[in-house]
């Protein structure tokens, strides 16, 4: 499958995973969604390209990892209706965190510690 097909499904699959998590009382704002798009579309990138990261291998973990990022979406958007940007932004920081953190510590626990320093996240 060609790269730029397997990020459509990976985003479409992350998403749908926001979208279970979000449920049916939140609306999405349409910025939120966009600027998510625009994030994670660079980290798979970056992370398909630039690790080896194969999808089939990560789908479970990512799909669950993107149900958190709806739920912690849903927390910092409050008692409104719909979730802005500032909230998406706020659950990706948290969320991201905790990868990292994730990240590092498998990489210790494997002993392969070559690009732990690097984050599919700086942009």
């Not at 966009?34 to 990261?53: E, K, L, N, P, Q």
């Not at 979730?83 to 969320?95: D, G, T, Y």
Request: with cysteine.
């Amino acid at each position: 499958m060609a790269p730029a097909t397997e990020l459509d499904y990976i985003l479409s699959d992350c998403f749908l995973a926001v979208g279970q998590a979000v449920g049916p009382d939140k609306g999405l704002d349409f910025d939120a969604v966009t600027w998510w798009h625009r994030r994670y579309r660079h980290a798979f990138h970056h992370a398909m390209t630039g690790r080896g990261t194969l999808w089939a291998a990560d789908r479970n973990r990512v799909t669950a990892v993107g149900r958190y990022l709806g739920q912690r979406a849903v927390e910092y958007a409050g008692h409104g209706a719909t979730i802005h940007q500032p909230a998406a932004a706020l659950a990706s920081a948290e969320v991201e965190r905790g990868c990292q953190m994730h990240a590092t510590r498998e990489a210790l626990l494997t002993a392969d510690c070559t690009d732990s320093a690097t984050t599919a996240f700086s942009i």
